[in-house]
């Protein structure tokens, strides 16, 4: 049974990730990690990467799907 709150709607993307932050202004440059997203919701994305990523950080994104329709992260 599905429990999210937000529909994931699947998609292809290749994104290149340099900044992570996490809460106390703390930043990681110059990571060059590649990402593959593959579904996308209101509330966030599923992606897989071959870097390992730090837990606990976030980076900021936006896909504009139209003039109307973005998701921003």
Known sequence: ME???YKRLPIE???????IF???YIVKK???A????????????GFISEE???IG???HGLIRLSQ???FEW
């Open 34 to 45: 590649s990402i593959h997203v593959f579904d996308i919701s209101k509330s966030g994305i």
């Open 68 to 70: 109307q329709d973005f």
């Open 52 to 54: 390992d990523l730090p």
């Open 13 to 19: 993307l290749e994104l290149d990730i340099d900044e």
């Open 3 to 5: 429990r999210r709150r």
């Open 22 to 24: 996490k809460q106390d």
């Open 30 to 32: 110059n990571l060059g």
């Open 57 to 59: 950080y976030y980076f």
